[in-house]
């Protein structure tokens, strides 16, 4: 299992090193969770000028595509504020690095690419910033709760998804809000067993393995 830490969501819940949350954190790690720094406060506070991009900010996501709009500079900077607490706080190293939404911006790319993170993840793929290499091919099959519509397409997604034989690897996405709905949580165990059948339960760190081994 990886969790996507957010330092300070929507700058109103900062991690406190020393707090319950942060030893619960550390003993996670020491579990062997992997660890992702996932954006710093989770919150798109940027005004667009693309097009594209604004239509990717209110379609995508509900405001929250953190990394979508940075500039180089200021993604630089909330990546390395977040990583250093997230470390700090766990004792280890980052497994890499997830933005908001899946949402890059050339801005955050290349801040990845300066920050060599090992690794980061899209709707469609894994890949090494700093290589600037694909790691894996791999859809996530994910579930939203945000509305009753979204969360009727999600779990209709999902049951078609799962059972897909394209891909080797396949990524399963869940959100803290997901677990408070019993169809979504039903839909979230089917995911994993059907998966389970089929498939191994790796870790990221084992996509990085393969990808040594194959060069």
């Not at 979508?68 to 706080?89: F, K, N, P, W, Y």
């Not at 801005?107 to 993840?121: T, V, Y």
Request: a neutral charge; one cysteine or more.
């Amino acid at each position: 299992m990886a969790m996507l830490v957010v330092p300070n969501f929507w700058n109103r819940s900062p991690i406190v090193r020393g707090s319950a949350f942060a030893s619960r954190l550390r003993a996670w790690a020491e579990q062997g969770v992997e660890m992702f720094l996932h954006g710093h406060s989770h919150r798109d506070d940027v005004e667009h000028a693309s097009r594209l991009d604004r239509l990717k900010a209110r379609h995508l996501t509900a405001g929250e595509g953190e990394f979508l709009g940075l500039s180089h500079v200021e993604a630089t900077i909330r990546i390395e504020m977040g990583r250093r607490l997230l470390e700090d706080v766990t004792g280890v190293a980052i497994t890499g690095f997830v933005a908001p939404a899946w949402l890059y911006g050339k801005g955050a790319k290349a801040a990845l690419a300066d920050a060599e993170i090992a690794m980061a993840e899209d709707h469609w793929r894994v890949w090494d910033p700093a290589r600037d290499a694909t790691l894996a091919f791999s859809p996530v099959v994910t579930w939203a709760t945000r509305t009753p519509g979204r969360m009727a397409s999600s779990l209709a997604v999902a049951e078609v998804a799962r059972r897909m034989p394209f891909f080797r690897v396949m990524r399963i996405g869940v959100h803290p809000g997901d677990c408070g709905e019993p169809q979504v949580m039903d839909s979230i165990s089917e995911t994993v067993a059907t998966m389970r059948r089929s498939r191994q339960v790796s870790r990221y760190a084992d996509l990085q393995a393969d990808a040594a081994c194959a060069s």
